[in-house]
């Protein structure tokens, strides 16, 4: 029988033959020598799982290996390492937990499986001594996890904001672009790929908390339910929204934001954002992915690159296999992987303060600014900037805000929309980082 300490060589079965699992497919056929020289372990393609094997991938796969059966792959003890690429929650989550019942590697790119069931993988992966890898369920072939779990190992995390959905970063860098308003943004991404025929969880930021949910476990030492990350969508957002971020100094972006706080607590929200122009973060357009992290040791860094697509998040899901090839023998599950090691709670919402952008619509006459000021001021929310711009009887009323917490500010928002003089409160907006 063969040991781990012996075993020259590495049986792979990937689960899933779309996007991802053709990457992947490609990788391992095609730099197959490439690998076995950085990792001293021939990586053998054993089976490649899905329900359609006959649709043409763009890569000559030997028959023998494809199948239709993925628990075929699973249950077979020559099998090694189980890449689940198919993406949603069943039925990956029954091939995960039957490859780690069966004491397989597993790795994933699935990152609502992760947000969802991640801390039981973990568990049970522990529990049978083998490991489940994740890198390419958060930024594609951006290597954020491992950077987390080794490079700054030894900071404590102080921060971290990320652009961490191509398709809504695709979107606001056409509105900006090109004053496209967001439906017709979206039908273009749709074309490109770049979006789902139903873009909800894009949109509405579901994604974005899957992965904010994933990194904040990682960086904060802290189990996190996705369900209580604070959660706003960029539907909203208006080509008007745009062009006066653009006047005030900002971009416009979707951001998940993890920010340590004391007494175990951390900021988690998914929400627009104004970034500052001059912030790296405001530079990050189309398709392209970005986590900006600052640590107490490091200080400021950030990480960029291509956040889908089939080769990028392929390379992250090919690190992960190169990981396990090369700390294969040492056995046992990655400690820094558990999310347990503190208990930390989510900040309430309304008890975060930031600088709001507020857009109101509102009569054109004498005493408006007067009568909004006079809320602002009862709710103690101070303001920065005012601004002013009439057109045919309708009055655009523009205010950002210094530092206030969200509770007086919704208060505030409330009262003012039942003005007389206030037809609509357009947009509201956190500015600032």
Known sequence: MITRMSQSELNIAVLGFGTVGAGVVKMLLHNGDLLTKRTGKKLTLKYVADLDIKKDRGVKVPKNILTTDALRAVNDPAVDIVVEVIGGVQPAKKFIEAALKNKKQVITSNKEVIAKYGRAFIALAAQQQVNILFEASVGGGIPIINALTKALAGNNIRRIYGIVNGTTNYILTKMYRENTELDIALKEAQALGYAEADPTNDLDGHDVVYKLSILAGIAFNS???????????????????????????????????????????????????????????????????????????????MFYGRGAGELPTASAVIGDIVDLALH????????????????????????????????????????????????????????????????????????????????ALQKAIKQIGALRQVLEVSSVIRAGL
């Open 223 to 301: 189990h996190f339910n996705y369900q209580d990350i604070y959660r706003e969508g960029i539907r909203g957002l208006s080509t008007v929204d745009i062009a006066l971020a653009r006047e005030f100094g900002y971009v416009i972006k979707l951001l998940a934001i993890g920010i340590a706080r004391e007494a175990q607590q951390v900021e988690l929200r998914v929400h627009p954002v104004m970034v500052p122009q001059k912030h790296p973060l405001a530079t990050v357009n189309d398709s392209f992915n970005a986590v900006f992290v600052e640590g107490d040791c490091v200080g400021e860094t």
């Open 328 to 407: 294969y023998e040492m056995g046992g599950t990655n400690p820094a992987l558990h999310f347990n090691f503190m208990q930390k709670k989510i900040v309430p919402s309304g008890a975060i303060s930031s600088e709001f952008f507020i857009r109101l619509q509102v009569k054109d006459e004498p005493g408006v600014l007067a009568a909004v000021s006079k809320i602002c001021a009862n709710n103690r929310v101070s303001i920065k900037t005012v601004q002013q711009k009439d057109a045919n009887g309708v009055a655009h009323l523009v205010i950002i805000t210094h530092l206030v917490k969200e509770a």
